[in-house]
């Protein structure tokens, strides 16, 4: 089945900036938000025992959720036919055709960029820029430091710099709506469809999205490399040299997993292979072992 996420307002996914008054939205959910989004907004039981992160998180995927393999997100522009996955291309990230991916991502990265400033001569994602004020004030009689708020005592100007929920298209001169589309294999579509049509929390801030879910399938993909859609973590960071062995294109990053709305806490944080890398296919179940949630085509 398709689960189509789309945006209603602003999105915040948070980059960087978690300790700070200054929050950097990236252009894309990972796993974790579009899982954390099923599960809260159904209001699925699940016990918060487990202390381990991983172990909840794959309790949650395989067990609650009945997931067996999830591809996303793709971004879509529904209106035009166009779908889209994150590329790499020198370190920096782009979004780039299905349908135009090349078969060598390495001997064609000139082609690429060239396909890649067409794209972004065309069409542009809008950052948006929020000023947010936040009062916090100091019972009488307290002292500053029984105050669980961060240490804020006086007035605090909080920005986050959102993504835009739509695209402007320079060459048609038209703004289009977006869909985060994930495709998902799930023993329990049944759940998933309890939450088909709603108005959901998604992301950060509480912003909101709609869903909507169809029984789409995913058209053929023959490449012979993999697409990282949603970073892939790395359980350790002692084999890197490896996973390096097996990348064709990307990078190795340090991400936070996100906060977890279950145990009301931050997950840790992971070296990870970025979304927009590419690893050879037949590569791919050689490093499972050492990597644990993402997603790829």
């Known amino acids: 089945m398709i689960v189509r996420v789309t945006p209603l307002e602003p999105m915040f996914f948070r980059t960087y900036g978690e300790f700070t008054s200054y929050g950097i939205s990236g252009p894309l959910p990972r796993i974790t938000t579009f899982i954390g989004m099923v599960m809260w907004n159904l209001n699925v039981p699940i016990t918060s025992n487990v202390d381990n992160w991983i172990e909840m998180y794959n309790y949650t995927t395989n067990e609650v959720l009945g997931i067996k393999d999830i591809k996303g997100p793709i971004i879509e522009i529904e209106e035009l036919g166009y779908q889209y996955v994150p590329f790499l291309i020198e370190r920096s990230l782009y979004l780039f055709n299905i349908e135009e991916l090349p078969d060598d991502p390495l001997k064609e990265s000139l082609k690429i960029k ?64 977006i869909n985060y589309v994930f495709y998902v294999n799930s023993e329990k579509e049944e759940i998933f469809k309890k939450i088909d049509g709603k108005v959901v929390h998604f992301g950060g801030e509480r912003r909101l999205a709609k869903i909507t879910i169809s029984d789409e399938k995913l058209k053929n993909y023959d490449k012979k490399y993999a697409v990282i859609l949603s970073p892939i973590y790395l359980l350790d ?38 979304e927009g890398s590419t690893i050879k296919r037949d590569e791919i179940e050689k490093i499972r072992k050492f990597v644990f949630n993402g997603s790829y085509l």
Do not use: C, W
């Not at 004030?137 to 307290?142: G, I, Q, V, W």
């Not at 430091?145 to 959102?162: A, F, H, L, R, W």
């Not at 990053?253 to 990870?272: D, E, K, Q």
């Open 114 to 177: 060239d396909k890649l400033l067409d794209y972004i001569n065309k069409m542009i994602i809008l950052n948006l820029e929020v000023d947010r004020r936040v009062l916090i004030e100091k019972p009488k009689n307290l002292p500053a430091s029984d105050i669980q708020d961060k240490g804020v005592k006086e007035p605090n100007i909080y920005t986050v710099v959102m993504t835009s929920d739509n695209i402007f298209h320079k060459e048609y001169k038209e703004f289009y709506r």
């Open 237 to 274: 960071g002692q084999n890197i040299l490896e996973i390096y062995n097996y990348l064709i294109t990307g990078k190795i990053v340090i991400l936070s997993a996100g906060f977890n709305l279950i145990i009301n806490r931050r997950n840790p944080i992971y070296r990870a292979v970025s």
